[in-house]
């Protein structure tokens, strides 16, 4: 009997529901193992959640559900074949993620959010004048950070506020899709922005080396980054969850201990906390790739 | 929770200063009914404040008159803020209210991480000094341009023109306050509403066919005897 196999990627997520808030407006997704037949995909949203917002946490769980879906079609682009008969190039991979993905992403969206409008539109004053698009759109709005990884690839996508933090194999900490000068007060970028495409910040990088996997990425929507006096010490809790998934058992314990720490957090930005990480278990962790791409079996 | 790592946590201060007309026309009722208004809306605000407790509730007072003056000049936290009141003294300085508050709209002195900033403008007549040019101080600033406003127009001969422009957004108009009565609800509106839409997150507007009214202005009950 063989030993069980190390997953290549350890994740962990939860969401708890801001101090006030009638309902969590945050969406969240963690699947795959990181295989290149499975990637990991990371995915955290956060409706707005006002009253101009009404319906953002619909908005948001569209949003990572299709998400999933583009990351996955983009990572079978990465691994297909392109009309020649070659693998497609990382130039036209690059391109695909900093435009196709992105407009494809929103499109998706709007055309989901509008259906889901016209299912159940809002009947309060019937002798209204009906909203136009605009309008509807805003009713949905949300925020957006999305990674995908794969063996060869690691790729991120982010619209308004929230966090991408990568810990790379030597411990320095990065914020990849950080804005360059960050919102002020709580207005962001939005899906429901006009143009929405054009705001999607992308991180590339694709994986020269496996051992130079990154091995921590963590997605937070920004109830989290708000609860920190500072934006060090925001960064020092990035460190400190790296430092407390490594130990042993680390991963349950941080497990058994996120949703308190989030209830903490959310008790100070007053919003809806979500975090999604993936850490990668140890440094031999890359050598089982080969065997994670075999095809899984239910038995 | 003491096992949490990271740095410390906080909430986010919202600023919210208070601007008021002191001139000679305020002088006798007005006056009066203002502070009373005020004094008795801070009641008002600590609630609001305790019910969004991720929101850290800090007041100031501008006063305009000949000159520009601070009357609480260090933010006070809502639950230590008491009113004292104001008195009237010569001319209606707008502009240079506006240029005080613009230097503190920077930052610093203003925090990056905060909240949006309310400006509550109180006035009953129109402004004797180059008010423009204040007003592009003020806009000039990311925490100016940002912050929620509100404009309540004391009586008939406020300048309501002045105050719309103030307020930089078409959709919003100053609250008309033409009695005790009415100063006292635009006073707690003020108080309440600006501070509740501060503290709610919104999609940046980037299309301008979509306004979004931060707040909704109540209509005033108008049967009050004592008009102004």
């Not at chain 2, 605000?45 to 850290?56: L, Y």
Request: proline share 8%; aromatic share 6%.
């Amino acid at each position: 009997m063989s030993a069980p196999e190390r997953p290549l990627w350890e994740t962990l997520e939860h969401s708890v529901q801001g101090v006030n808030k009638q309902i969590n407006q945050d969406w969240y997704v963690a699947e795959g193992s990181g295989s290149q037949g499975d990637p990991l995909i990371l995915s955290v949203a956060d409706g707005h959640g006002s009253a101009a917002h009404a319906r953002s946490h619909i908005g948001a769980r569209c949003a990572v559900d299709l998400f999933a879906v583009e990351a996955r079609r983009f990572a079978e682009l990465a691994r297909s074949e392109g009309p020649d008969g070659a693998t497609h190039s990382l130039s036209w991979l690059m391109n695909y993620a900093r435009n196709e993905l992105p407009r494809q992403l929103v499109a998706a969206w709007q055309e989901q959010v509008l259906a889901h409008w016209d299912r159940y539109p809002e009947t309060v004053n019937p002798a209204a004048e009906p909203p136009h698009k605009g309008q509807k759109l805003l009713l949905y709005g949300a925020t957006l950070v999305g990674a995908v990884l794969t063996p060869q690839m690691f790729a991120a996508w982010q619209l308004g506020d929230g966090e991408l933090t990568v810990i790379d194999a030597d411990g320095a900490i990065a914020l990849p899709l950080a804005p360059v000068e960050a919102d002020l007060g709580d207005e962001t970028e939005s899906l429901c922005s006009r143009q929405a495409w054009k705001m999607v910040r992308v991180h590339w990088a694709p994986v020269v080396a496996r051992d130079r996997t990154p091995r921590l990425v963590a997605l937070s929507t920004d109830g989290l980054s708000k609860s920190f006096a500072s934006d060090e010490g925001f960064a020092q809790f990035m460190t400190g969850l790296d430092q407390r998934l490594a130990k042993d058992g680390g991963p349950d314990d941080v497990r058994d201990a996120l949703p308190g720490w989030l209830a903490e957090a959310a008790r100070y930005s007053g919003d809806d906390t979500t975090l999604v990480a993936a850490r990668r278990p140890g440094p031999d962790a890359a050598d089982h790739g080969a065997a994670a791409d075999r095809p899984r079996s239910d038995a | 929770m003491s096992d949490i790592p990271g740095g410390p946590m906080a909430n986010r201060p919202v600023h919210f200063i208070w601007l008021l007309d002191c001139s000679y026309s305020m002088q006798g009722e007005k006056i009066g009914q203002l502070n009373y208004a005020i004094r008795e809306a801070v009641p008002e605000m600590r609630s609001v404040a305790h019910d969004n407790p991720a929101a850290q509730l800090l007041l100031r007072t501008l006063t305009f008159s000949t000159e520009a003056r601070w009357h609480h000049k260090d933010p006070v936290p809502v639950d230590d803020f008491t009113w004292q009141d104001v008195q009237v003294d010569g001319m209606t300085n707008l502009g240079e209210a506006l240029e005080v508050v613009s230097r503190e709209f920077q930052t610093p002195p203003m925090p990056q991480r905060a909240l949006k900033p309310v400006l509550a403008l109180v006035s009953d007549g129109v402004p004797t000094d180059d008010w423009k040019s204040g007003l592009r101080a003020l806009d000039a600033t990311p925490w100016g341009k940002k912050a929620v406003r509100v404009a309540i127009a004391i009586g008939a001969d406020a300048d309501r023109s002045v105050l719309q422009e103030f307020l930089g957004n078409p959709e919003l108009q100053p609250l008309d306050a033409n009695s005790p009565k009415q100063l006292a609800a635009a006073i707690r509106w003020a108080s309440t509403a600006a501070v509740k839409a501060a503290s709610q997150p919104v999609a940046a507007p980037t299309d301008a066919t979509v306004k979004q009214p931060p707040y909704a202005p109540p209509q005033l009950d108008d049967d009050d005897d004592d008009v102004w």
